[in-house]
């Protein structure tokens, strides 16, 4: 996911950053960096496409149709540690080869996991050919990442201990136990470096979402690299990208005096275009140039909109107010277009514009379709909650961006409006703020595995959490089926929508404290494993260490593998 269109502004923009690299047969690679970062959750939601023949990897013949549902399980997990090696001999790691997978999110990242898992139930229980795997099981507190932790257990051990190619660098492995998103528990790492290992050693970060962009370059890291898979080149084609080239290209885009203040900005900018925790304002709809009109718009004013962890308000309110002039233009301009799925038509902008003989919009009934659009957000147009909406905003704003930069204010702030305000009232909201309003956030706690798993599955995949727990979302006596959050039907709002994958499904948002005290109302002494919040793991091989391993995945008799806890940053 990510900031939408940035990829392709920063790819043509900066060609001279990117480096094309094809996978080979029994490669080695040419390239290395003293510290490689792998935010593995593709990768394993690929493997399990591959294995289980579903999505976008989905084929006619099925080479693993002889295999029982465990032995389809064991090959998920072996795929996915192919994967791993697949990365590193393209980029190799010299000093730390560090593994995250996703653990326990954010409840704003919550949000967003609860309509992609509603969608793909929905997908999955209305195609003429039933898939034994559930894809939410890619999910933490599931038996199903239980079990892929305890794979990597085995398989890290057993690599560090018969490769000659892996005994050279230390192996950290986050599993989902541990709270946070893989890329933002990758963040804290660097983040918690010695200034001079950040500084001087050669880092990359190896992901398929978006947001890695974001972050290599919010990292403010020297010598940092972003390898990708190139999706529109075919298979076995990656983009390596020198983020050091990107941001000195960005400080001759934007303003030079302090580059990290205005690479910090160009985030923020981009985040105000759109973001995973934020829907994007209606005016930005031509993704291609909404960031560009941005970057034009910041080189003009000549003002920083962020700074000392806080957005500056007088500032910004500038720059909104300048966005504002346009805004009417950009809706009278979405009116032309004639999308070719009549879902994606947004009748409720059609309906506040005047046509004339040759059906071109001439006019746009702005007050009208203010009133239409907070009816359809689900509010009034009074001033009272549209203020509220915009104070919202504006916190979830700060919220994103101070996520990115400095780490993870707060566990429990989310945006809970499924539309942004319109861009003339965030700016009719600033002008009247006080310009020295400080945000401030409570950092509160991580929600469980299963806290988790109750917020954000659908009813249909109640069984992937232990028995005990699976009346919460199927008993009508249950508060949480009381208060509506597991609905069988939902609609998809595609207004004004130009992909499929855009379509917002429509459902109620959930009240983490709701499911807090039902999960805890549960009558049990039992404590699964699973539902434990852990640590990274830090693998070393030592030629003086011996030890027994073993394990359900095997047994290592002489492992010379010494594995210790990292502190983990406090929960």
């Known amino acids: 996911m990510g900031v939408p269109g940035l990829w392709p502004f920063i790819r043509d923009r900066f060609p001279n950053a990117v480096r094309r690299i094809v996978k080979v047969p029994s490669g080695t690679a040419e390239t290395k960096f003293d510290y490689i970062y792998l935010d593995a959750n593709g990768l394993l939601h690929t493997a399990a496409q591959h294995v289980f023949n579903y999505g976008e990897k989905k084929r006619h013949l099925d080479p693993y149709h002889r295999m029982n549902y465990d032995e389809k399980i064991k090959r998920v997990f072996e795929l996915f540690f192919e994967q791993i090696v697949d990365v590193i001999s393209m980029i190799a790691p010299v000093e730390i080869l560090y593994i995250a997978i996703d653990g326990p999110a954010p409840r704003a990242k919550q949000n967003q996991q609860r309509e992609r898992r509603f969608l793909a139930a929905r997908d999955r229980t209305s195609k003429t050919t039933f898939t034994a795997f559930d894809s939410n099981s890619i999910t933490p507190g599931t038996e199903f990442m239980h079990r892929l932790s305890q794979f990597m257990y085995f398989k890290i051990r057993y690599a560090l201990n018969t490769s000659g190619r892996w005994t050279p660098f230390k192996v950290i492995f986050s599993p989902p136990s541990v709270p946070g998103e893989g890329e933002h528990k990758i963040m804290d790492y660097i983040r918690a470096l010695p200034e001079s290992i950040r500084n001087e050693r050669s880092h990359c970060m190896f992901g398929p979402d978006g947001d890695l962009l974001m972050l290599t370059l919010a990292s403010h890291v020297k010598k940092m690299s972003l390898f990708r898979e190139d999706q529109f080149a075919g298979p076995n084609r990656y983009d390596l990208i020198d983020m050091a080239i990107v941001r000195d290209g960005l400080t001759t885009i934007?303003?030079?005096?302090?580059?990290?203040?205005?690479?910090?900005?160009?985030?923020?900018?981009?985040?105000?275009?759109?973001?995973?925790?934020?829907?994007?304002?209606?005016?930005?709809?031509?993704?291609?140039?909404?960031?560009?009109?941005?970057?034009?718009?910041?080189?003009?004013?000549?003002?920083?909109?962020?700074?000392?962890?806080?957005?500056?308000?007088?500032?910004?309110?500038?720059?909104?107010?300048?966005?504002?002039?346009?805004?009417?233009?950009?809706?009278?301009?979405?009116?032309?277009?004639?999308?070719?799925?009549?879902?994606?038509?947004?009748?409720?902008?059609?309906?506040?514009?005047?046509?004339?003989?040759?059906?071109?919009?001439?006019?746009?009934?702005?007050?009208?379709?203010?009133?239409?659009?907070?009816?359809?957000?689900?509010?009034?147009?009074?001033?009272?909650?549209?203020?509220?909406?915009?104070?919202?905003?504006?916190?979830?704003?700060?919220?994103?961006?101070?996520?990115?930069?400095?780490?993870?204010?707060?566990?429990?702030?989310?945006?809970?409006?499924?539309?942004?305000?319109?861009?003339?009232?965030?700016?009719?909201?600033?002008?009247?703020?006080?310009?020295?309003?400080?945000?401030?956030?409570?950092?509160?706690?991580?929600?469980?595995?299963?806290?988790?798993?109750?917020?954000?599955?659908?009813?249909?995949?109640?069984?992937?959490?232990?028995?005990?727990?699976?009346?919460?979302?199927?008993?009508?006596?249950?508060?949480?089926?009381?208060?509506?959050?597991?609905?069988?039907?939902?609609?998809?709002?595609?207004?004004?929508?130009?992909?499929?994958?855009?379509?917002?499904?429509?459902?109620?948002?959930?009240?983490?404290?709701?499911?807090?005290?039902?999960?805890?109302?549960?009558?049990?002494?039992?404590?699964?494993?699973?539902?434990r919040l852990g640590s990274d793991s830090l693998f070393r091989w030592i030629p003086t260490f011996s030890t027994r391993f073993k394990s359900r995945y095997g047994e290592i008799k002489n492992c010379r593998v010494r594995v210790d806890a990292l502190k983990t940053k406090q929960f």
């Not at 401030?440 to 988790?452: C, G, I, L, M, T």
């Open 254 to 531: 934007i303003l030079e005096e302090n580059r990290d203040q205005n690479i910090n900005d160009f985030i923020f900018m981009g985040f105000f275009v759109g973001n995973d925790f934020l829907p994007r304002i209606k005016m930005f709809y031509r993704l291609d140039d909404s960031l560009q009109r941005m970057i034009e718009l910041y080189e003009t004013l000549s003002i920083n909109l962020t700074g000392h962890q806080q957005i500056l308000i007088r500032n910004f309110s500038v720059f909104v107010h300048h966005l504002k002039k346009i805004e009417y233009d950009c809706l009278l301009d979405q009116a032309t277009l004639t999308p070719r799925d009549p879902r994606f038509v947004d009748y409720t902008l059609n309906e506040c514009i005047i046509f004339d003989d040759l059906a071109v919009p001439i006019k746009l009934d702005m007050k009208m379709y203010q009133n239409r659009y907070y009816k359809k957000v689900g509010i009034d147009a009074s001033q009272k909650s549209i203020d509220k909406m915009c104070e919202a905003y504006l916190r979830n704003l700060l919220w994103v961006y101070l996520y990115y930069i400095n780490g993870l204010p707060s566990w429990e702030e989310a945006y809970t409006y499924r539309y942004a305000p319109l861009m003339s009232d965030l700016s009719n909201y600033l002008e009247r703020l006080n310009p020295s309003t400080k945000i401030v956030f409570d950092r509160s706690r991580p929600a469980k595995p299963f806290e988790q798993l109750l917020s954000v599955l659908p009813s249909s995949s109640a069984s992937l959490l232990p028995e005990i727990y699976r009346p919460l979302m199927l008993s009508t006596d249950s508060p949480l089926v009381k208060a509506g959050y597991y609905p069988k039907f939902f609609d998809v709002d595609y207004e004004g929508k130009r992909k499929e994958h855009e379509g917002k499904p429509i459902l109620p948002f959930v009240d983490f404290k709701t499911v807090s005290d039902a999960y805890n109302g549960v009558n049990t002494h039992f404590r699964w494993k699973r539902n």
